[in-house]
Structures are given as structure tokens and as C-alpha cells.
């Protein structure tokens, strides 16, 4: 039998399994910053990945945040390994999100798309592979449960780019796009704090002993918002202002919040120099400026082994039956970046496909469940190919 036939077979008697488990895991509440319930969700996860052969370990991250799970499979093998990544943990929304599928083949429920249906694609990629014989190189798990934004405070970031090093490549189980689109960017970005402090004084009486906060953050707010490069995907945009205190009073305070976005890494080093040098600035002698600046998540760039590593699975796509695979970049942030940070060459969006994510509208396609299984084996069986490319 030819191997993607084999492939196709295994999976299609897997069906049931595989529904039962997405449905089991989205059953299991798994609250993102409640510790507890995400903890259990590990503990089920790290259950399943050793019950198939992974040696596991648990790492503490922050003192908010659930433990980050790392396994590998085949720890003895040659060969840089293969990296499966994803978060475990999900929004909270309220009502009750319990898991169905509907007579249009749409599955429903909390994280059915983001992403534990992600997760579910990776094991059974596992157990697709141990059916075939498979054993070239070693497979690593990297589920978080502090998902992108959680990751402040914490220490997930440093643990994935260490965990990641040395890996030949990593696929980000995040939400597949209806479009069949393989995520080969996001932008960073981060919220900065501008503070100014003036001299307040009554605008009638003791004008000129006034020093005008919003007056000063008005030249700043022109300078911030000049630091937007469109052609490199950064923008920086001004979208809280608070000042003053009376109608007839010079306001003796202004703060502002800035949005930061950015595809580029290099453009983050930029933005904050540029901040810092603006806070600096003074326009009206008796004003000071101060800024904080934090960062929720760091871009996943754009490289050019990351793409190389696109055009092959949607090689094997186009090859295997399952259909053109485009690209493209995204808003949202994800895991994929700190990867990609460790030079390893990712894709993103390789989980189950649908809409909706964080919202009580989300979906997936069931079939996608499948589809992607199917893809992503056929991937790592002829990995040889990206890897001697």
C-alpha cells in the first residue's frame, strides 16, 4: 500500500478515538489564569503523551501561571528533532461551551479550535507514525499554559526558546485558517505608558506660573505617532489620553497609552529607543516625562527558512490530495515566535480549522481533525526532503 494511503487508512479507522478525545478535552475546563484547572489539563495531557511513549517533565513558569509541559519522543534517536508547540489553556468566557458537532460538520465548544483540537492533530500524528515504524529523529512536545499574553511576568518565553534550540523545524498546532493559509508571521507588540507631569496654576490668574501637561504631551503624541513605518508592518498608535483636573485650571498631569505592533524584531529595539529619546525631549521647560513599556508578546518574523518550510507542506499538501496551502501573516500573536527566535524554521496555524476564536460563535471543522492528521504525517515522513533541501 502507498504510503500516503496507509496514512489515510489509519487515520479513517482512528475517527471515533479522535473525536472522543477532542471532545474529552474540551469538556475538561482549562481556564487560562486558573492555575488549578490548568494544571489538570497537564496532568491529563502529560497521562496521554507518556502512555505513547513520550518522556515528559513539567516546568513552573510563573506563580500565576500553569506549568509548561515539554516531552520527547525518541530522546536516543540521531537527527535534530521535530517540535509540536501549542497552549493547553483556554480563554474564559461565560455560559456553558460543551462540545457538539452540527448537521453541518461544524464542531462547537470552548477551545475546540483554540486549540485543543490542535493538540489532538499531534498525537495522533505520533500514533500514525509508530504504526508505520517510523523512527528517524526525535519528536518534542512544547504545550504552554499561560497562552501568549499570559506569558507577562512569566518565565515561559526564555524556557521556550531554550527548549527550542537545535530543533530542525516546528509546527505551531495554533488555529487553522478557512482559507487553507499556512501562517508564516504575526506581529509583536506591547502597550507604553506616558506620563507627564506639569505645574498646575488657575489659567486666568497664574497663567504664566503654569506649566501644561497636555500642551507637552501634545508635541509628544506628534512625535509617537511618527514612529509608525507601514512598509515594515510597525505601527504606533496613541489611544488613551486622561488630563487635566478644571475647565479653568492648566492641567498639571497627562497620560496617554500607546499601542505598539510590529512584524519585524528589529523594529522593537527601534520603537523603544525612539521612546526613550522622546521622553526625554522637553518642549515646555517645568515638564518631565516619564514611560513604562510592556511587552505582551514578541513578533513571530517572517524568515526565509520559515517560508522554505511552508512551500514544502504545501508541497506534500498539493501531493497528498489535500489542496493548495498559501500564506500569509497575522494580527494575533502566538508561541511561534519565541521558536523562531531560537533560528528554528516555523509555520504557524496548523491545527484544526475554523472561526471565531474567543468568542461564544467559535468553530471548527471536523473534518479538519482528520485532514490535518493526515497532512502533517505525510510531512514528517518526508522531512528528509525540507531538511536537504
Given amino acids: 500500500m502507498h504510503q500516503k494511503e496507509t496514512i489515510h487508512s489509519f487515520v479513517n479507522m482512528q475517527r471515533e478515538e479522535m473525536s472522543a478525545m477532542w471532545e474529552n478535552f474540551v469538556n475538561t475546563p482549562s481556564q487560562a489564569r486558573d492555575q488549578?484547572?490548568?494544571?489538570?489539563?497537564?496532568?491529563?495531557l502529560k497521562g496521554i503523551f507518556e502512555e505513547i511513549g513520550f518522556e515528559c517533565s513539567l516546568r513552573e513558569v510563573g506563580p500565576v501561571n500553569a506549568k509548561a509541559l515539554i516531552g520527547v519522543w525518541g530522546k536516543e534517536r540521531s537527527g535534530d528533532p521535530i517540535i509540536f508547540s501549542g497552549h493547553y489553556d483556554t480563554v474564559s468566557l461565560p455560559g456553558e461551551h460543551h462540545f457538539r458537532i452540527d448537521k453541518d460538520g461544524k464542531a462547537h465548544g470552548l477551545a475546540c479550535l483554540d486549540m485543543k483540537g490542535g493538540i489532538v492533530i499531534a498525537i495522533y500524528v505520533i500514533k500514525a507514525l509508530q504504526s508505520m515504524?517510523?523512527?528517524?529523529?526525535?519528536?518534542?512536545?512544547?504545550?504552554?499554559?499561560d497562552e501568549e499574553k499570559g506569558h507577562q511576568q512569566a518565565d515561559t518565553p526564555k524556557l521556550i526558546i531554550e527548549e527550542a534550540k537545535g530543533a530542525l523545524c516546528a509546527f505551531n498546532m495554533e488555529t487553522g485558517l478557512i482559507s487553507n493559509k499556512i501562517c508564516i508571521g504575526r506581529k509583536g507588540g506591547g502597550v507604553a505608558n506616558f506620563t507627564v507631569k506639569g505645574v498646575g496654576a488657575h489659567s486666568g490668574n497664574d497663567f504664566l506660573k503654569g506649566r501644561n501637561a497636555i500642551a507637552e504631551m501634545a508635541s509628544k503624541i506628534l512625535d509617537l505617532q511618527a514612529l509608525t513605518d507601514l512598509?515594515?508592518?510597525?505601527?504606533?498608535s496613541v489611544t488613551i489620553i486622561k488630563g487635566g483636573t478644571v475647565p479653568n485650571g492648566i492641567p498639571p498631569e497627562c497620560a496617554i497609552d500607546v499601542d505598539v505592533r510590529y512584524e519585524i524584531l528589529s523594529e522593537h529595539d527601534r520603537v523603544l529607543t525612539s521612546f526613550a529619546e522622546i521622553s526625554k525631549k522637553v518642549y515646555i521647560d517645568g515638564c518631565t516625562t516619564t514611560f513604562n513599556y510592556n511587552e505582551y508578546m514578541a513578533a513571530f518574523e517572517t524568515t526565509p527558512d520559515g517560508i522554505a518550510l511552508a512551500d514544502f507542506v504545501a508541497k506534500v499538501s498539493r501531493d497528498t490530495g489535500f489542496g493548495e496551502m498559501g500564506q500569509t501573516r497575522l494580527g494575533g500573536g502566538s508561541d511561534a515566535s519565541y521558536i523562531t527566535i531560537s533560528k528554528v524554521p516555523t509555520v504557524c496555524s496548523m491545527g484544526v480549522m475554523g472561526e471565531f476564536n474567543h468568542t461564544d460563535k467559535e468553530y471548527a471543522l471536523v473534518e479538519s481533525l482528520f485532514k490535518r492528521t493526515e497532512l502533517l504525517t505525510n510531512v514528517v515522513l518526508r522531512i528528509n526532503e525540507f531538511a536537504n533541501r
Fill in 133 to 145: 515504524g517510523w523512527a528517524e529523529r526525535p519528536i518534542k512536545f512544547i504545550f504552554l499554559g
Fill in 231 to 236: 512598509e515594515k508592518g510597525t505601527t504606533v
Fill in 36 to 44: 488549578e484547572a490548568a494544571n489538570a489539563m497537564c496532568l491529563k
